[in-house]
């Protein structure tokens, strides 16, 4: 991971949101152990912070209701969090700092635990927010594919993680099906 990802909120919710690759099916955290690596390697909790099965349960949580966030992103502005994700937020020990530049979130929990970097990962979603690039973290509309994305596009309609592979697929199967009927 570069510096620019750790340092963008958008890019590590995007990089999080990927752990599970469902075109392969590849579980990036398949265990406690792999999920406490994950977040110390994006320094969202020291080297060594143990985490357990409900931190795992809560990070599957929260990274399937950011993709469901992100492909709500493709509709109205107006569309909201999954329930789901709700619920981890809501269990995730945040609060209010003035401190700094402008308002921040920050864990209340001490750093050395999964539960405060999962905390900063859900405060990398206001921070998203205030940069303005939360509205174009996406996943990619192709079934098989939802990785997620940021949509760099000038009009914001990019559809795809990449028109190269995925958008490919999806043309070349609606060509097909145009010309069988």
């Given amino acids: 991971m570069t510096d620019a990802q750790t340092d963008d909120p958008a890019l590590l919710l995007q990089d999080f949101v990927n752990t599970l690759d469902v075109d392969s099916g590849t579980e990036g955290l398949p265990a406690p152990e792999a999920l406490a690596g994950w977040l110390a390697g994006r320094g969202l909790v020291p080297p060594g912070t143990p985490a357990g099965p409900a931190d795992l349960s809560t990070a599957i949580t929260l990274r399937e209701g950011l993709r469901e966030a992100m492909a709500a992103h493709h509709g109205p502005q107006e569309a909201g969090f999954p329930g789901e994700l709700e619920d981890a937020l809501a269990a995730l020990p945040l609060r209010v ?6 308002p ?18 859900a405060a990398a979603i206001m921070e998203a927010a205030a940069a303005g690039t939360w509205p174009r973290l996406k996943v990619c509309q192709e079934g098989t594919c939802r990785w997620a994305f940021l949509d760099t596009s000038k009009n914001r309609s990019r559809s795809w ?6 958008g490919n697929r999806t043309k070349t199967r609606a060509y ?3 010309n069988r009927a």
């Fill in 97 to 102: 700092v003035l401190t700094g530049p402008r």
């Fill in 161 to 166: 993680c990449s028109m190269r592979t995925c």
């Fill in 104 to 121: 921040a979130l920050v864990p209340l929990d001490p750093p050395a635990t999964a539960a405060a970097g999962l905390a900063r990962l």
């Fill in 176 to 178: 097909r099906a145009r």
